[in-house]
């Protein structure tokens, strides 16, 4: 067995596979951010002729044999490249299963069902996009049949988006997370709440998108590498360490709104930004999981946006954008504000302590598609009745409702527990973190760059390279599990609202 040839060999489709991969995501990114709603029929037709193409290199019998061939080889193999082999073969060895023209299909499917969730979401439109969900949910139930799975078939999805986890794993962790959190919503709900109306006045869009834009090059994303455009829904997309591109979306009487979905966009970018440019065009050169990925973005979003030392840094540099409607608003009317515990519809705007029982629904409500106990067509009214068992609230429309989020439309089934796994990673990891530094007199000071390089050596600069396990464990010892999560906010909100 010649190791360098195969090596060569397997470089050479690795590099192809990625550059057809990067076309996509360009394709994609000008869809979603700058495409003409009309276009969407033949930019649907171009993205499934790319990713039949990239189909193609991930399961032709040459790729395969050479796969084989380079597992055997094991030990071999330095760290680095077998890593790459893993995760191609990962990919490959469920890919092959999928007819070329089924996945072609599926592409095109979650391409004209994006859009026209853009078009519903407007409208309050459930019933006109219904049959474009119950497509991708179909389509979806046929290909986790042709993967196989262990248990549930919800594990196939989750697993494939966050590599190790199980639908049993998930239950465990939201248990913990429900016993520790739970009780303290109901304590909070009996108190006086905070006063916010002042952050529903009106916010000129221009002058956000400047904030926003001074924001992010604030706390560390290299605005010469990267730039924030608008959409429906706030996105980051990478196209390498040096072009890394970010969305919010803005609306002139919820600033903060678009405030914390940049700082969370952000977060998702400077991931990409400090990924080591010399892993750009192999398997390694991306995040290395979703769940990963958003303990990122949620890290800054919460752990420094939310934080007291944040605001008492930076409420001067928003009032400068907002002289008017924040001239009698202190420090702490701030933090309290962005930190209000409140019973809502909105997952993307919810409080840190509710967020994850905005998850919790999803999640049950996948399961409940992919293992047979709900159809598509009951899905609106199960969202109400599960919002109302979770919140005690009901959405006045499905625009609030069901049709909030783009992850189903956009074939994403399987993602939203890592917005979760984000969560409980970065509450986890932080921990350890403040052990090193002294966290909240750097976020007061902004020396961002400190914390940003601690992201980067124990983080970011590992890009693909370990398993989530393995993260977790070389940087806090321990798998994760939901003691830290609850930990740190049963301390901040105890002590926010006196309970």
Known sequence: MNINKLVEDFDKLEHEYQQLNRAQTIIGWDRRAMMPSAAVKSRSKTLGYFSGKSHYILTSPETMKILDKLTEAGDKLDKAAAARVRLFKRTADRMVKIPGEMFQKHTSLRIQSETAWERAKHANDWEGYRPYLEELVNITKETVEIWGYEGSPYNALVSFSEEGMTSEKLEELFGGIKEGVVPLVKKIAEKDNFDDSFAKASFPVDIQKKMNQELIGIIGFDLDRGRLAESEHPFCTSFGCNDVRLTTHYYEDKFLQAFFASMHEAGHGMYEQNIPEEYEFTM????????????????????????????????????????????????????????????????????????????????????????????????????????????????????????????????????????????????????????????????????????????????????????????????????????????????????????
């Open 284 to 499: 390694l050169g991306r995040g290395l999981t979703g769940g990963m990925h958003e303990s990122s973005s949620r890290f800054w979003e919460n752990m420094v946006g939310r934080s007291l030392p944040f605001w008492n840094a930076n409420l001067e540099f928003v009032r400068g954008y907002f002289p008017q409607q924040l001239k009698d608003i202190d420090v702490m009317d701030m933090y309290r504000a962005v930190n209000k515990v409140e019973q809502s519809l909105i997952r993307m705007t919810a409080d840190e302590l509710t967020y994850n029982l905005h998850i919790m629904l999803r999640v049950e409500l996948e399961k409940d598609l992919f293992e047979g106990r709900a159809k598509v067509a009951d899905l609106s009214e199960m969202w109400n009745e599960k919002i109302f068992e979770y919140m005690g609230i009901r959405p006045e429309n499905d625009t609030v409702g069901i049709l909030q989020d783009v992850q189903w439309p956009a074939g994403m089934f399987g993602y939203f527990p890592s917005y979760t796994l984000g969560n409980l990673y970065n509450a986890q990891y932080s921990a350890f973190m403040k052990r090193e530094l002294d966290f909240d007199k750097l976020v007061e000071n902004r020396e961002y760059d400190k914390i940003l390089d601690w992201m980067r050596k124990n983080l970011y600069s590992y890009a693909s390279l370990r398993t989530p396990s393995e993260t977790m464990t070389a940087l806090t010892g321990e798998e994760v599990n939901a003691k830290y999560l609850v930990e740190y906010l049963t301390e901040k909100f105890t002590k926010l609202y006196g309970v």
